[in-house]
């Protein structure tokens, strides 16, 4: 009898949402059905959060360039390359948020 009771005691829970298994089998399989979709839902939002983290720094740097293209102490040269750069950066942020 105390044998058994003990054996009861023995569960595995499951990470996510805390149901118990019996067996480590039971609960690996429970979390394959359940849960793998939301872990990798979960990865995927990662990446839209570093993704707009990338952007706004990409904006950032866009408007310290366009503060030292009115620079005093520029050529008109470089000015001209300054404002380039620039212009390829906006060009490829406006790709990359017309294709997110
Ligand atoms: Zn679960």
Redesign the pocket.
């Known amino acids: 009898m105390e044998e058994k009771q003990q054996e009861v005691k023995k569960e595995y829970k499951?990470k996510?949402?805390?149901?118990a298994f019996g067996k480590p089998l039971l609960l690996a399989h429970?979390?394959r059905a359940?849960?793998k979709r939301a872990k990798k839902r979960e990865k995927k939002g990662l990446s839209v959060e570093k993704m707009s983290e990338q952007i706004n720094k990409t904006i950032e740097a866009i408007g310290i360039l366009k503060g030292l293209q009115v620079s005093p102490h520029l050529s008109d040269e470089e000015k001209k390359v300054l404002g380039e750069v620039s212009k390829r950066i906006e060009e490829l942020l406006a790709f990359i948020q017309k294709s997110k």
């Open positions: 499951c996510y949402c805390g149901e429970h979390v359940k849960h």
